[in-house]
């Protein structure tokens, strides 16, 4: 697979997103086969695994996730990039001093759970309005000049937040929210990490599934850890009017030989080069489907064409960005 760089640090152009394995999709698999499917992306040439501390925390314990992920890349960990996030919670520190131990307290977990000595990209997963994410910088290039972590990152934030972080220490990557329903990153966010080498992660590329095509208006979502009730994408009345997208891939995918999932992930690989999304699934098959988007070539002007269709298509639905409220993550979207 291609390479790409956020900041200094090379990764796969698509990578995997580690979450649906222990949370947000409903049951998660057996560990046996999660394990396995790591290794299988692993195989196929990802090189870039996303996870969280948080992942799975609800019904399975804190760090679940990291510790599936630690478990699955111990025969090639020298040979991958690692990313996880934190968020504060719980009693919120205020000085200086609580921050970064609050800070260093939640990467050593993290650290034991995915059982290595440094992560390569770490995240403040959501920003804290009571916590300056100038102070949260500040710590975090502390941890680089001790090669405890090699980047950093923050996840949903918007131009303005960016700007006061990476002023304080760079910024390697932004993991936000982005698709082809969900575009507000191309008004300030693209355009500024681009000028200043920072890499956009987006999650979420596939739409929670719907630009694959697989999932339609006939599918419940009625699992207490399943975060697809919660996207407006997904409800009945919005799965139906945004149709034309998945006609318009059908289209594409038909022409290239691909799949829906792989053309909308192959539209932004296109447009960007600082854009490495990390599309995440509980299905093995379905893993490697998205990684086979970089082999889907988009041309010149099929990009042009598909990009003049995409723009006069309307977008029924819109998540957006996610403010931190104090609130559950996994809770965030029911006051939407």
């Given at each position: 697979?291609?390479?790409?760089?956020?900041?200094?640090?090379?990764?796969?152009?698509?990578?995997?997103?580690?979450?649906?394995?222990?949370?947000?999709?409903?049951?998660?698999?057996?560990?046996?086969?999660?394990?396995?499917?790591?290794?299988?992306?692993?195989?196929?040439?990802?090189?870039?695994?996303?996870?969280?501390?948080?992942?799975?925390?609800?019904?399975?314990?804190?760090?679940?996730?990291?510790?599936?992920?630690?478990?699955?890349a111990v025969p090639f960990r020298d040979k991958i990039v690692l990313a996880t996030k934190f968020h504060f919670t719980g009693e919120i520190p205020e000085t200086d001093v609580e921050i970064e131990d609050y800070i260093r307290r939640h990467l050593a977990e993290s650290m034991k759970n995915l059982r290595t000595s440094m992560i390569d990209l770490y995240y403040l997963h959501r920003v804290h309005p009571k916590v300056s994410v100038e102070k949260t910088a500040a710590v975090m290039s502390k941890l680089i000049d001790e090669g405890l972590i090699r980047g950093w990152g923050l996840s949903?934030?918007?131009?303005?937040?960016?700007?006061?972080?990476?002023?304080?220490?760079?910024?390697?990557?932004?993991?936000?929210?982005?698709?082809?329903?969900?575009?507000?990153?191309?008004?300030?966010?693209?355009?500024?990490?681009?000028?200043?080498?920072?890499?956009?992660?987006?999650?979420?590329?596939?739409?929670?599934?719907?630009?694959?095509?697989?999932?339609?208006?006939?599918?419940?979502?009625?699992?207490?850890?399943?975060?697809?009730?919660?996207?407006?994408?997904?409800?009945?009345?919005?799965?139906?009017?945004?149709?034309?997208?998945?006609?318009?891939?059908?289209?594409?995918?038909?022409?290239?030989?691909?799949?829906?999932?792989?053309?909308?992930?192959?539209?932004?690989?296109?447009?960007?080069?600082?854009?490495?999304?990390?599309?995440?699934?509980?299905?093995?098959?379905?893993?490697?489907?998205?990684?086979?988007?970089?082999?889907?070539?988009?041309?010149?002007?099929?990009?042009?064409?598909?990009?003049?269709?995409?723009?006069?298509?309307?977008?029924?639905?819109?998540?957006?960005?996610?403010?931190?409220?104090?609130?559950?993550?996994?809770?965030?979207?029911?006051?939407?």
């Amino acid at each position: 697979m291609k390479k790409r760089f956020l900041g200094n640090i090379e990764v796969s152009e698509i990578g995997m997103g580690c979450m649906g394995l222990s949370h947000g999709y409903g049951e998660i698999p057996e560990k046996d086969y999660s394990i396995a499917a790591i290794r299988k992306a692993y195989e196929y040439g990802c090189t870039f695994f996303d996870t969280a501390e948080g992942y799975g925390a609800m019904l399975y314990g804190e760090g679940h996730n990291e510790k599936l992920l630690g478990e699955a890349a111990v025969p090639f960990r020298d040979k991958i990039v690692l990313a996880t996030k934190f968020h504060f919670t719980g009693e919120i520190p205020e000085t200086d001093v609580e921050i970064e131990d609050y800070i260093r307290r939640h990467l050593a977990e993290s650290m034991k759970n995915l059982r290595t000595s440094m992560i390569d990209l770490y995240y403040l997963h959501r920003v804290h309005p009571k916590v300056s994410v100038e102070k949260t910088a500040a710590v975090m290039s502390k941890l680089i000049d001790e090669g405890l972590i090699r980047g950093w990152g923050l996840s949903q934030v918007d131009v303005d937040t960016l700007k006061r972080a990476h002023a304080v220490t760079p910024v390697s990557a932004v993991q936000n929210l982005y698709n082809m329903l969900e575009r507000d990153c191309e008004a300030e966010i693209f355009p500024f990490c681009m000028e200043n080498n920072i890499g956009v992660v987006p999650f979420s590329p596939v739409a929670s599934g719907f630009l694959s095509g697989k999932v339609t208006a006939q599918m419940s979502f009625e699992h207490i850890d399943d975060v697809r009730k919660f996207v407006p994408q997904l409800s009945k009345e919005n799965m139906e009017a945004n149709q034309p997208i998945l006609n318009l891939l059908a289209e594409f995918a038909e022409k290239k030989n691909a799949t829906k999932a792989q053309i909308s992930m192959a539209w932004m690989l296109k447009k960007y080069p600082n854009v490495v999304p990390i599309p995440g699934s509980k299905n093995q098959e379905r893993i490697l489907e998205n990684l086979g988007a970089s082999e889907i070539n988009l041309s010149d002007d099929e990009f042009r064409t598909l990009q003049e269709e995409l723009d006069k298509i309307p977008i029924h639905g819109h998540r957006g960005n996610v403010e931190y409220d104090g609130s559950k993550m996994s809770d965030w979207g029911k006051k939407k």
